[in-house]
């Protein structure tokens, strides 16, 4: 039988709360960029001019079906001798993983500003406003209360499709805890405690979500299903 | 000066890709299949009305889902053995990872597909003398399964591009092969980008089969 011992991982509980940190540096970046960019691409793709949809679509398609690891690798191991820059993990890792969320929240606006209905642009249409304006003052306000669910489910994927990183020796929190599992002896003790931080961090933000989502639900303003 | 690629070492290389293929196409059936299955058994128990049924249900889809599937890879395969008097092998740590984090997520599509049905629909059968089992088996889950269907493709899909995880335990799969090639080849830009490639190829027929699915169903009963 196995004796737990968890005394090696308070031992290191530092550099596991430092991974902790570099986590969420690595999801909070990609979260700065990738929303913006997202809502950019989603603004392309319902253009009315081809010029504008085609690479758009483009981006959105072959940065959702293609797998985050194989992006991530790309942008760290062949991307650098292409472009003739030097990346540090945190940046390759940061790139990645904006344009790959931005992929993703794209098809969340879209799907927010398609549902606003076509009444709405019309009657802005009426009022003399061009589809700029339309979009700013009257489509996206709207949209943007309906896409909450939905963007904060992609948030919460996002944080935990950063835990990829590790495999470019970004410390995040799953590195350091392979670091302190070899250095320890105790990969038991030290995956399990992980795991369950993980957990913590991530059930927690998706127990805010939820709270979020039946406010949105209770005021009628929810996506509709 | 612009970088000059070339695809010969790649080409000569082909059958290491192909093995790297194998491997995937290897680790993607077992994991649907039993990623798909488990989900079903642990959406149905998820969705009965007995609790020793549903909380156990519950607690396996809210860990799973709630924890990153590249740790969930690593914990099979460095913390498990420990508890274990054998070994795991990669292909196992990876299978275990995927197949029980798409369950988990399964889980919650079966159990929201069973929701979406009316409630007449089973009152209907239980009316017709019908038992919670029967109608669950011949009225409510044919109904559920075909408004799944598009959340299940995508979960395929989703399971397809989580085999590339693998490779952080070698399991010899196309990105894992790909890693050789480039250290061995000097030549990363090539490699990944027909890596990449190869899942674009593979997987964009499918999320253009889903939007059909989805565009299908959208105009049917709902």
């Known amino acids: 039988m196995h004796r737990w011992d968890f005394g090696p991982v308070w031992a290191n509980a530092e550099l596991l709360l430092l991974g902790l940190w570099h986590t969420l540096q690595v999801t909070g970046t990609a ?40 992006q991530l690798f790309w942008f760290f191991f062949a991307l650098p001798i292409l472009i003739k820059v030097e990346m540090t993990p945190f940046v390759a890792s940061a790139l990645t993983f904006s344009i790959q969320s931005a992929a993703f929240f794209a098809e969340v606006f879209r799907g927010g ?80 405690v992980a795991a369950l931080i993980y957990f913590v961090v991530i059930f927690g933000a998706s127990q805010v979500a939820q709270v979020f989502e039946r406010r949105l639900a209770v005021s009628g303003e929810g996506m509709q299903r | ?73 690593l914990w099979f395969f460095f913390a498990l053995p420990i508890l274990l008097p054998f070994e795991i092998s990669p292909l196992a740590a990876a299978a275990l990872g995927i197949s029980l984090n798409s369950a988990a997520f399964t889980a ?67 990105l894992q092969q790909g890693k050789l090639l480039a250290s061995l080849n000097f030549n990363p830009i090539e490699t990944y980008t027909v890596i990449a490639a190869i899942f674009f190829l593979c997987l964009f027929p499918l999320v253009q089969a889903t939007y059909a699915l989805e565009r299908r169903l959208g105009r049917g009963d709902h």
Not at chain 2, 2 to 8: E, G, I, L, R, S
């Open chain 1, 31 to 70: 979260l700065a960029f990738g929303v913006p960019l997202g809502l950019a691409l989603a603004l392309m793709r319902l253009s009315p001019r081809r010029a504008w949809r085609w690479p758009a679509g483009l981006v959105i398609e072959v940065f959702r079906t293609t797998p985050p690891l194989v």
């Open chain 1, 113 to 192: 500003i398609v549902s606003v209905e076509r009444g709405q642009w019309e009657a802005a249409r009426a009022l003399g406003m061009d589809h700029r304006q339309t979009l700013r003052r009257v489509v996206l306000p709207q949209a943007v209360k309906r896409m909450l669910p939905a963007f904060l489910e992609r948030a919460i994927e996002l944080m935990k499709t950063t835990t990829l990183v590790a495999t470019v020796s970004y410390a995040d929190l799953l590195f350091q805890a392979n670091e302190v599992a070899q250095k320890t002896f105790r990969p038991l003790e030290v995956f399990t």
């Open chain 2, 1 to 73: 000066m612009t970088y000059q690629w070339n695809f010969q070492p790649l080409l000569e290389n082909a059958d290491v890709l192909l093995q790297g293929a194998f491997g995937t196409l290897r680790l993607f059936a077992i994991c649907a299949v039993a990623g798909l299955l488990l989900g079903l058994l642990v959406g149905l128990a998820r969705s009965s009305p007995r609790r020793w049924l549903a909380w156990p249900a519950r607690g396996f889809v809210e860990f799973f889902r709630n924890t990153p599937v590249l740790v969930q890879i």
């Open chain 2, 108 to 174: 919650e599509i079966v159990r929201g597909g069973i929701a979406s049905i009316d409630r007449g629909q089973w009152e209907a059968a239980r009316a017709l003398g019908m038992s919670g089992a029967q109608a669950m088996r011949r009225i409510v889950l044919p109904q559920a399964l075909r408004r799944m269907l598009p959340a299940l493709t995508n979960r395929g899909i989703e399971i397809f591009k989580m085999t590339t995880l693998a490779s952080a335990v070698a399991y010899v799969e196309l």
